[in-house]
């Protein structure tokens, strides 16, 4: 058996996770910043609909297979061959992402499928796609095997080196969306080159796992297929939805809406670091968890992560939501004031996906894939009227509400599929659905109402200057978040004694380090 590397402590890797994504997040702000303000509302709304679909599309194509990949590897690490098993898989993937768009265009079926865009960026944005894809499943093997510190480094230089490749463009006044594509891949094709060799490195696997026999090969591909054949419905569904959305907005309300759209989704997104940052990991560890039939661990992962994780996503993006327009002033400039209203609805998506992706990570982990796709098989034909009645025209029996109609779309079907998925974890762990249902409410509208009210006190006190404001507001608001956390913990997720017990073995861990003499 080939040798398998030590992980570190999961506090060591998440502290990694965290702060790899937190500058990411600042990096993502920059470059959101600079390439919506190069490409405009238009050309981005087009890159921005093209990465969606094809996204959409691989994650149909592989039917959460790659989740079954990182779920085995973390709780059977004596199980390699399923690496060389997949790598067969995801070359077949490949091909139908990248021929998929090559015979649509030959059939002249392309305008029907993409209106508005041309057929060769279409094909270079799949092959992006597809690079993105290959380094995301590489960073899951990193994660499942624990090399979670490792990861995040390679990952912040690879985000550094993006950002200033960005940056040089814009600084020449070459970036388009053609330049802005190259970028992408070349930035892609050097994170899956450093992440193979960090696998390489560790020795855990041999070449012949990457090599496995014909029996080895199907069975694996029987795994595979009995972990991700009952959400093929799902995942149908889940891609016909995705996709109706932003074909629904694109022809109807066109590529500048679209742009709205997908800059106040970025900016939303680019919020969220925790769950970039805790996502791979509570899934790697309710995967150990369910593999020993450990519920009592699973359940205690449950209580004492996701709400704590969905407390303080809540903390910035509804001060975030609070300030809409001055965040898109920040990120886009001027020319996409239309996207304000948008942002101030889309910023409550990442707080809710949080805890949809946290609470999700457990069916997932516990092979409960049927109930997923039954979940989606009745969601899924409401979200698509629902998208239609919002945002088509009025002739057309719609409310023309364009990119806002959209986003509460979104946002009212994140709530209601989370908490679907809430319930069913509730009764398999043994939680009481009720409380962490009315934890979700009683957050939100607490800290929505304490921004709010934060920010008519600095523009009260404050000169007219809505940069000013917004940084007033915010001290204000952090204030009065640190007295919520020190006073009422348990909207955390945590209590009191768990606080002061981590504040006196931070304490001591520090004068233990003071006291250690110079090497």
Sequence with gaps: MSDIPAADSFAKRFAYKLGANFAGTLLSFFQAGIVSRALGPGTYGDYNFLTNAFNQFIAFLE????????????SRRENRHIVGVYARLAIAISAIAVFFPIIVRTLGLQTLIWPGQNGTVIVVVAIVCLTLWYADLLAKLCDALGLTVSLEITRAANRVLFFSAIALLMRWGLINIRSYLAAQFAANTILIVLLALTLRKTAAFRKADLHPDRSETRQTLSEIFAYSHPIFVYSLMELLSNYADRWLLQKFGGSIQQGWFSLALNIGLAFNVLINALHPLIMREFS??????????????????????????????????MNAEGCIRIVGGTAYEGATGVFAVMAFLPIIHNYSMLSGSALYAAGRTRLIRNIGLVTTPINIAATYFLIAPRQYGGLDLGAAGLAAKIVAAEFIGNNIVLFFNARMLGLRFRTYFFHQIYVVALLAAAAFGCKQAALYALPDSWLLVMAGGGILYAAFCALVFYYTPWLFGIDRDEILAFLKNAIARSRTLLAEPPL
């Design 63 to 74: 039917m959460r297979s790659s989740t079954f990949l990182y779920t085995s590897v973390s």
């Design 288 to 321: 150990v968890a369910f593999a020993g039939n450990d519920i009592d661990g699973a359940r205690s992962i449950f209580r004492r992560l996701i709400p704590a994780s969905y407390t303080l996503s809540a903390i910035v993006l509804c001060y975030a939501a």
